[in-house]
């Protein structure tokens, strides 16, 4: 990776500035690479030198940029220092390029990225992750499909950065929607439908019980009786939702089994419910819980304290709400787990509900509330089936699986696998998660099922192509890779460029850490595809003599590593034959 060379240029600086060589790390970067020409390999940001106070700012800032290039001496890592708008470019020793970073692939190919200097202060830390978090009896529809992989691929990134994650699914198994369940189930529930389709028969309850109440005023009475009896901890009533939650946690966690999902903790609001008192009272006692004429327990959450913006916590009839469980449960969370931040993953229409959660954490006085971060996300139009909208995940996993199989069967360049569905399953969930990851994560997208399972253009199933056309490389040369190879023999244009792309391999994954998006770590990986299906067809390791054909498996195999491990941070698990 790029560390080796930062410090090299860092250290130059520190020379001239008399300052240690951490300070100017921040300011150097890797270049993205140009199809048209081989580009300089690093930039240092005169402009941050400037605004970190290390360079004056008065004068003529080209001068400036010229006079410190002429400061910076080439040596055997640095061959050419640039002057250009903004900064100075440094194009590297190719040869030591090609050496460093395959050497460095070969003996710590999980490590690769991840253990850069970039990361130096995230190792250890322990964040909680809160995604998917579906509500039982309601359809496990596209939104919570894009939380389930988005919260996934968050705490992939944090895990293999080094950090203690904890991934919590905290379902909605409580509220007034749970009374009316409750109350559908007593007139219109069967045991028997429930063994044979657990989730299919509650959603179907649901639907009619929520079509009857909106004229039928007594279901709605009954609703709330359900629940109240629910709170108050009837035996009937809490046996009837532990049987529900129960049924539902074991469909979902084999469909997440699918998805190659897991979670270490499954939570709910109804984990919280009791702790709601308390919480109310501890408001109470801080002087922040006021009674509205309504009757109904509300916390001032205005900067000026004048009741110009609110969170209601309580009900005029005593029960919690939605937020108030959430109040509880991030209080619960810090004292079980001592996390140093808190992620939650959610649609974006639920952005008001955490930023009045932070609020009223940070009025009670807890200032780790500033270190909760709430990732919304935008919504997905048009994902059905042949069969009509979609009612369950498991619907669009089937949908993509079946699809592919047909695509792979139809494909010329299909190999003759041991379980094609298994291989078509996989590559179809990384089409899904692709497809989701490419834009911003907050946007709106419209989705295509024949785009998505496109070979061609940048879909998760050339991702996988590319990466299985690696693995039958390195196979064919059965096992013939040895720890040595000459890197004189890697100064082609294809083979710089696949070199000067994974260069900047741990600069993506800090901007996805940054801003918890996936899709610089998307776009990375699609441009190491394109460059190396360039690089296989002008560069043969068949046939080449023995060392060239040594370098070059050097470069492929290191290239798979990167996919590999790129795609395993995104979810994705890759196969090595389709």
């Known amino acids: ?62 001068t400036k940029t010229e006079l410190l290039a002429r400061q910076i001496r080439p040596d055997n890592v640095i061959e050419e220092v640039i002057p250009s708008r903004g900064g100075i470019h440094f194009r590297i020793n190719k040869i030591l390029l090609a050496k460093t970073l395959l050497k460095q692939l070969h003996e710590d190919p999980q490590g690769f990225g991840v253990r850069s200097e970039l990361f130096r202060g995230t190792h250890g830390k322990r964040t909680l992750v809160e995604f998917s978090s579906p509500n039982i009896a309601k359809k496990f ?26 991934r919590v699914n905290y379902l909605g198994d409580w509220g007034m929607q749970f009374g009316l369940l409750g109350a559908g189930y007593q007139r219109l529930g069967s045991q028997d439908k429930l063994r044979e389709n657990p989730l299919q028969h509650l959603f179907d309850v649901y639907v009619h019980i929520n079509r009857e109440a909106e004229n039928d005023e007594t279901i709605q009475e009954d609703a709330r009786q359900f629940f109240r009896l629910l709170e108050q901890g009837d035996e009937q009533s809490l046996l009837l939702w532990k049987q529900f939650r ?6 979902y966690k084999r469909i997440y089994k699918r998805l190659g999902v897991h979670f ?8 919280h419910q009791r702790m709601t008192q308390d919480l109310l009272q501890r408001l109470k006692d801080q002087g922040l819980l006021k009674v509205t004429e309504k009757g109904t327990g509300v916390v001032d959450i205005s900067p000026a304290g004048d009741m110009s913006s609110y969170a209601t916590v309580q009900r005029s009839d005593g029960t919690s709400l ?24 959610t649609d974006k229409s639920q952005e008001n509900h955490f930023r009045q959660l932070f609020q009223i954490l940070l009025a009670m006085q807890h200032p780790w509330a500033e270190r909760c971060r709430h990732v919304p996300f935008g919504l997905v139009q048009g994902m059905s089936t ?17 699809r592919m199989l047909r695509n792979m069967s139809q494909s010329k360049t299909t190999k003759d696998l041991d379980d094609p569905e298994d291989t078509a399953e996989k590559v179809g969930v ?47 040369q059965d096992g013939g890779e040895e720890t040595s190879f000459d890197p004189q023999l890697l100064q082609d244009k294809r083979s710089i460029l696949i070199l000067q792309h994974m260069l900047r391999y741990d600069e993506v994954l800090s901007q996805c850490d940054q801003e918890l998006q996936p899709r610089y770590l998307v776009s990375f990986l699609m441009t190491l595809c394109h460059l190396v299906a360039s690089a296989h067809k002008e560069l043969p390791v068949k046939g080449s003599p023995p060392a060239v054909a040594q370098a070059r498996l050097h470069l492929f195999g290191g290239a798979c590593t990167v996919l590999s491990n790129g795609m395993g941070i995104l979810g994705i698990t890759p196969v090595d034959k389709m």
């Open 1 to 62: 990776m790029a560390c080796f060379f930062r410090r090299e240029i860092a250290a130059q600086l520190s020379r001239i500035f008399g300052h240690k060589e951490d300070v100017f790390i921040p300011a150097i970067s890797a270049i993205p690479v140009s199809k048209k020409q081989i580009s300089p390999d690093f930039q240092l940001s005169v402009h941050s030198l400037v605004s970190d106070g290390l360079l004056l700012s008065d004068g003529d800032f080209k």
């Open 246 to 251: 129960d049924i539902t946690v074991e469909e």
């Open 322 to 345: 939605y937020i108030t469980r959430d109040v509880a449960a991030a209080l619960d969370r810090k004292k079980q787990y001592d996390f140093d931040d808190m992620i939650y993953v």
């Open 430 to 476: 990384s089409a899904l998660i692709v497809q989701d990851f490419k834009g911003p994560i907050k946007s709106d997208y419209k989705f295509d099922w024949d785009r998505v399972l496109q070979s061609q253009g940048d879909t998760g199933v050339f991702l996988q192509y590319t990466h299985a056309r690696l693995c039958s490389l390195i196979r064919m």
């Open 386 to 402: 042949r069969r009509g909208e979609v009612v369950f995940l498991e619907d669009v996993l089937d949908e993509a699986r079946s």
């Open 264 to 271: 270490d903790h499954y939570s709910g609001e109804s984990f």
């Open 141 to 166: 529809h596209a939104g919570h499909l894009r939380s389930t992989i988005i919260g996934n691929f968050i705490s992939n990134l944090k895990a293999a950065l080094g950090n203690d994650v904890i």
